[in-house]
């Protein structure tokens, strides 16, 4: 604890022998201005970049949503692209050396043999047969998103080999590919859901917010109701509710409207609650006052006030979206062949047996396991993000 001089004692003052610097002054001055002059979404953007977790998350997610535009590119393989001599092969290593010598990515041969004991098919690596993978080449024909016909990929198998990096199903199938097959659709249902669920959500929320009274009775007891049912049932109830003669496209546009109908009540709560206490905002009155009608007052004043909480909240919720697809196609009720999701893809791992031993079959769920964690730390970054001032 620091004590007083005694009185009458002279006063000890500290003067920099250091030379003034007035350029150190003005950018000082300068610093402060940029902050103080910054909008709000700047704000956001330098306390984003500070969350190294979310930036990450970010842009793992954008290369995701970007890779779905060219699929048939990355994938080594078309979608129904079947090689009946590897059927359920296990999926094979790529190597960079051999002998000791560097040769580049490359993958073995294969030497098929039949296990009378097991009756089934085993593969071995030929360690004598190196068959260098090739890149930026012509192999299986496909159609880019089903108009442009090409032959184009950015990899490719060896010339006289395979290349099954994630295995082969029971058709013969190259996993890898279809796996990225899958990510188109399992990611684009999550979005297309989620815009359903951003619509509801605001639509109903800000009507229960704004007006209050019975209407905010209602609209809370509705959400009660739907959020007392688990989720799962809930979703199996509404997708057994698709006619079976559907096509799938419109069974893919079914499961999305039931997902996004089902996910809208944490949004609608949230907006709801922060209406309630805006609508006393004295900018508000003076709207009203103005004339402005109540649906001008909510999409003009009212919801931009905190469009950056709606959209760290809906960012969450879309790994709900496709954990629910993935459920459903795993239960038979969501998605079904010939389209390709990762719920289609682990609908066939549902026999235990089949999965003891041919484990490679779970694969898909790793894509599913990576998209949830860096949605979560992606909307945990937005979320912190969304209030600046803190």
Same mark, same amino acid.
């Given at each position: 604890?620091?004590?007083?001089?005694?009185?009458?004692?002279?006063?000890?003052?500290?003067?920099?022998?250091?030379?003034?610097?007035?350029?150190?002054?003005?950018? +000082? !001055?300068?610093?402060?201005?940029?902050?103080?002059?910054?909008?709000?979404?700047?704000?956001?953007?330098?306390?984003?970049?500070? *969350?190294?977790?979310?930036?990450?998350?970010?842009?793992?997610? $954008?290369? +995701?949503?970007?890779? &779905? $535009?060219?699929?048939?590119?990355?994938? %080594?393989?078309?979608?129904?692209?079947?090689?009946?001599?590897?059927?359920?092969?296990?999926?094979?290593?790529? *190597?960079?050396?051999?002998? #000791?010598?560097?040769?580049?990515?490359?993958?073995? #041969?294969?030497?098929?043999? +039949?296990?009378?004991?097991?009756?089934?098919?085993?593969?071995?690596?030929?360690?004598?047969?190196?068959?260098? &993978?090739?890149? /930026?080449?012509?192999?299986?024909?496909?159609?880019?998103?089903?108009?442009?016909?090409?032959?184009? *990929?950015?990899?490719?198998?060896?010339?006289? #080999?395979?290349?099954?990096?994630?295995?082969?199903?029971?058709?013969?199938?190259?996993?890898?590919?279809?796996?990225?097959?899958?990510?188109?659709?399992?990611?684009?249902?999550?979005?297309?859901?989620?815009?359903?669920?951003?619509?509801?959500?605001?639509?109903?929320?800000?009507?229960?917010?704004?007006?209050?009274?019975? &209407?905010?009775?209602?609209?809370?007891?509705?959400?009660?109701?739907?959020?007392?049912?688990?989720?799962?049932?809930?979703?199996?109830?509404?997708?057994?509710?698709?006619?079976?003669?559907?096509? %799938?496209?419109?069974?893919?546009?079914?499961?999305?409207?039931?997902? #996004?109908?089902?996910?809208?009540? =944490?949004?609608?709560?949230?907006?709801?609650?922060?209406?309630?206490?805006?609508?006393?905002?004295?900018?508000?009155?003076?709207?009203? $006052?103005?004339?402005?009608? %109540?649906?001008?007052?909510? =999409?003009?004043?009212?919801?931009?006030?905190?469009?950056? *909480?709606?959209?760290?909240?809906?960012?969450?919720?879309?790994?709900?979206?496709?954990? =629910?697809?993935?459920?459903?196609?795993?239960?038979? $009720?969501?998605?079904?062949?010939?389209?390709?999701?990762?719920?289609?893809?682990?609908?066939?791992?549902?026999?235990?047996?089949?999965?003891? !031993? /041919?484990?490679?079959?779970?694969?898909?769920?790793?894509?599913?396991?990576?998209?949830?964690?860096?949605?979560?730390? /992606?909307?945990?970054? +937005?979320?912190?993000?969304?209030?600046?001032?803190?």
């Amino acid at each position: 604890m620091s004590t007083l001089p005694p009185p009458g004692s002279e006063l000890q003052h500290y003067v920099s022998p250091e030379p003034f610097d007035p350029q150190s002054i003005e950018r +000082l !001055t300068k610093a402060q201005e940029r902050v103080y002059l910054a909008s709000q979404f700047k704000l956001m953007w330098w306390k984003f970049k500070r *969350h190294k977790v979310a930036v990450v998350s970010g842009l793992f997610l $954008l290369f +995701l949503y970007f890779s &779905i $535009l060219i699929c048939e590119l990355i994938a %080594p393989y078309a979608l129904d692209s079947r090689h009946s001599k590897y059927i359920l092969m296990q999926p094979q290593s790529v *190597h960079l050396f051999h002998e #000791g010598e560097f040769v580049g990515p490359f993958v073995y #041969g294969v030497d098929r043999t +039949l296990d009378l004991a097991k009756l089934r098919r085993t593969y071995t690596e030929n360690t004598e047969e190196v068959l260098p &993978i090739r890149f /930026f080449c012509l192999g299986d024909e496909y159609k880019l998103w089903g108009m442009i016909k090409g032959s184009f *990929h950015f990899v490719c198998a060896p010339e006289n #080999g395979v290349l099954f990096v994630f295995g082969t199903d029971r058709l013969g199938r190259d996993m890898l590919s279809r796996i990225i097959y899958g990510s188109r659709i399992s990611l684009t249902i999550g979005l297309l859901g989620i815009s359903i669920s951003f619509i509801l959500g605001i639509v109903i929320g800000g009507m229960a917010g704004y007006y209050g009274g019975v &209407i905010d009775l209602v609209v809370q007891r509705i959400i009660e109701v739907l959020q007392s049912i688990p989720s799962i049932p809930l979703w199996m109830a509404l997708a057994a509710i698709l006619p079976p003669k559907w096509s %799938p496209i419109l069974i893919y546009f079914g499961i999305t409207v039931i997902l #996004g109908l089902v996910d809208w009540t =944490g949004l609608a709560r949230a907006v709801r609650s922060k209406l309630l206490s805006l609508r006393e905002e004295d900018y508000v009155l003076a709207a009203q $006052l103005m004339g402005a009608s %109540p649906k001008r007052i909510i =999409g003009r004043h009212l919801v931009p006030g905190f469009m950056s *909480h709606l959209i760290a909240t809906a960012t969450i919720s879309i790994p709900t979206m496709v954990l =629910g697809e993935t459920a459903l196609s795993f239960l038979g $009720l969501g998605l079904k062949a010939p389209i390709t999701s990762w719920g289609v893809l682990l609908s066939e791992a549902q026999n235990i047996s089949a999965v003891d !031993t /041919f484990p490679w079959l779970l694969l898909p769920v790793v894509p599913v396991i990576l998209v949830i964690l860096a949605f979560n730390f /992606f909307g945990d970054g +937005l979320r912190d993000a969304a209030d600046p001032y803190k």
